[in-house]
């Protein structure tokens, strides 16, 4: 089974600074696809990034980009120039490249950004 | 366009009781599912639809029945409600079950 671990249930960072917010998975699959996904105090789930496993270039989304390194099965997110509006919970989901869905998620960062 | 819509947002049980959350999506997405969130445990999958006339379970389906009679439909129906079931649930959708799925606002339930 697959699983997604978060080692850090809460995180601050001052604003116009940068922050990485670690994501480990365990998997024996080969293709699978890595998300990041934002929830701020609205409680709304918001795409914030996606890998694909079979790509080497990291992704990248304005002031967001990961740290995909496979062979250490880690998926890190990197903000750049926080800003208040990055304050949320954050998970790492991890999905298997097969049909039916296997969306797994990690238990979430709670990210600060201080004035 | 709505995208992903969800009610209610709020809802109140008491033991034993049935309720049905309702979702709806107005993107002709094939794939749907529910979570449900619980404080330090992320979101963890109860059932999921790859097309109309389609359910599947998914990590946590005791307690929950859900069908797909429409694309744009998918309720998670609570047969007897319990106090284990009070939890955020959200609704999410996708072009497919292997595309990033969109999620709608959520419903918070409290069993008591």
């Known amino acids: 089974a697959q699983t997604v671990t978060q080692s850090q249930p809460e995180m601050s960072v001052q604003e116009a600074e940068t922050v990485t917010l670690s994501c480990t998975y365990d998997t024996s699959e080969n293709n699978y696809y890595l998300f990041w996904y934002k929830q701020p105090p609205s409680r709304q789930m918001i795409l914030v990034i996606r890998q694909e496993a079979y790509k080497q270039q990291n992704a990248t989304e304005n002031r967001f980009s990961v740290n995909f390194q496979k062979a250490a099965k880690s998926f890190s997110l990197k903000i750049s120039d926080s800003q208040l509006g990055d304050t949320a919970m954050y998970f790492c989901a991890f999905m298997t490249d097969n049909y039916g869905q296997n969306f797994v998620f990690g238990p979430g960062t709670r990210l600060s950004v201080l004035p | 366009n709505a995208g992903v819509t969800q009610t209610p947002k709020f809802q109140v049980l008491k033991t034993g009781q049935s309720m049905t959350l309702q979702c709806a999506q107005d993107?002709?997405?094939?794939?749907m599912s529910w979570y449900r969130q619980d404080p330090g445990m992320g979101l963890r999958l109860i059932h999921y639809?790859?097309?109309?006339?389609?359910?599947d379970q998914g990590e946590v389906p005791n307690g929950y029945n859900v069908s797909r009679s429409t694309t744009e439909d998918f309720p998670l129906r609570l047969l007897s409600a319990a106090p284990s079931q009070t939890s955020v649930y959200f609704c999410a959708t996708a072009p497919s079950g292997l595309e990033t799925q969109y999620f709608g606002p959520g419903t918070r339930l409290l069993v008591l």
């Open positions: 993107m002709n997405h094939e794939y």
């Open positions: 639809s790859v097309g109309a006339g389609i359910t």
